[in-house]
């Protein structure tokens, strides 16, 4: 696929997520059921009316999940519909019909990358069928892709202005929360600066009187316990709404973790002491190993074996750098835009006085290197 088609292909579901089911959508398929009989007693010159109204108002609840499950909902419509108008020989003439363009909103609104593609697919190849079971004018061909291309340009264009409201919200959020820190490290300095005083002046007067000393020293105890609570409640609101992540810091030790997939298969290979290696640096070595399998599971066409070496130390210039190199078997890759992941591991490289590259492999597939200082802080 090129790239435009693959990154659709690989989008994620809208964000925010839709909301849940509420009392309209229990409305809209009380109303739409029944209206289908109706319609087919007023409009007897419609071929296979009742048939064609049992199969809608059947298919009506789907509606119910139409948030939920975008795109499962749109098939079992469609692909219902497509047998009944194979069968009767003509597609449904009811106007009720027009309601389950609201499925195909749905998937353009909330649905993945994959939803929407497939969605569209399936929606072009019901319009393709409309040319088997009967002989529309050209009229009507034309009429009903402009509908469907309005419908779906309706889901974009909401699903964009929420995307685009979701984030100037958490620009909002950033914004306040730079600030925070800002006044996290007011407090702190203020707080530690007044604990150097009193240790100064613990310092000078212990010789001469050691309560007063004493009294420093439970000064000094409060002063820290201020400077402690005060941090913790900071750091508690810049951490935001969202789970905090427990795990201890991740080391050299954890690359194993990186061959708990068994597709592509991935392996390890450490040579040297990981004692040697500065936690700092361990932890960015294992982040950018991540980084880099996870694209290759995602991205790598026909990859079979993801291969993670990490060299420590080594001789000349590189004795005092921890050398990582990730490389698959995939089908040989054009140069491409780097994204965030690249960006992401380019940047954690060189915080630390480091490097990272990604590139295409000389045999085919893809090549992330990065030499980061052993004792990288």
């Not at 435009?4 to 059921?33: I, T």
């Not at 609840?61 to 419509?77: C, E, F, I, S, Y």
């Not at 700092?280 to 291969?307: C, L, P, S, Y």
Request: with cysteine; aromatic share 6%.
């Amino acid at each position: 696929m090129t790239s435009p088609v693959r990154a659709l292909w690989d989008a994620p579901a809208a964000v925010p997520p839709p909301p849940r089911r509420v009392w309209r959508d229990w409305v809209l398929v009380g109303v739409l059921a029944p209206l289908a009989f109706v319609e087919a007693a007023l409009r007897p010159e419609v071929p296979h009316r009742w048939l064609w109204a049992v199969v809608l108002a059947a298919l009506v609840p789907a509606l119910l999940w139409r948030r939920a499950h975008p795109l499962a909902a749109l098939a079992g419509a469609y692909a219902v519909g497509a047998v009944v108008g194979l069968v009767t020989g003509g597609d449904p003439e009811l106007y009720v019909t027009a309601a389950f363009l609201i499925l195909l909103y749905a998937v353009m609104r909330w649905g993945s990358g994959r939803a929407i593609i497939i969605g569209a697919a399936l929606v072009l190849i019901g319009w393709a069928t409309s040319f088997v079971t009967g002989s529309p004018t050209p009229g009507d061909a034309i009429g009903g892709l402009a509908v469907v291309a309005l419908t779906s340009s309706l889901g974009f264009a909401f699903r964009w202005r929420a995307a685009s409201r979701a984030r100037e919200l958490d620009e909002v959020r950033l914004r306040e929360r730079v600030q925070l820190a800002r006044d996290l490290h007011d407090t702190v300095a203020h707080h530690v600066s007044a604990i150097a005083i009193q240790a100064q002046a613990g310092t000078a007067v212990a010789g001469t009187d050691p309560d007063a000393a004493a009294r420093v020293l439970v000064a000094i105890e409060q002063e820290a316990g201020r400077t402690l609570d005060e941090m913790r409640s900071m750091v508690g609101l810049l951490r935001g709404d969202g789970a905090v992540e427990l795990a201890p810091t991740p080391d050299l030790t954890a690359l194993d973790t990186l061959t708990d997939a068994s597709t592509p298969t991935v392996h390890v290979q450490v040579m040297g002491d990981p004692r040697a290696v500065a936690p700092a640096a361990a932890a960015a070595v294992f982040r950018i190993a991540q980084e880099a399998v996870t694209n290759a599971r995602r991205h790598a066409i026909g990859a079979t074996r993801v291969d993670v070496t990490v060299e420590i130390g080594g001789v000349d210039a590189d004795a005092g750098t921890v050398r990582l190199t990730v490389r698959d078997d995939g089908e040989p890759a054009a140069s491409v835009a780097p994204g965030f992941g690249i960006t992401g591991m380019t940047e954690r490289a060189t915080l630390l006085g480091g490097t990272c590259t990604a590139a295409p492999g000389e045999r085919g597939g893809w090549v992330v290197t990065a030499r980061i200082p052993r004792g990288a802080r």
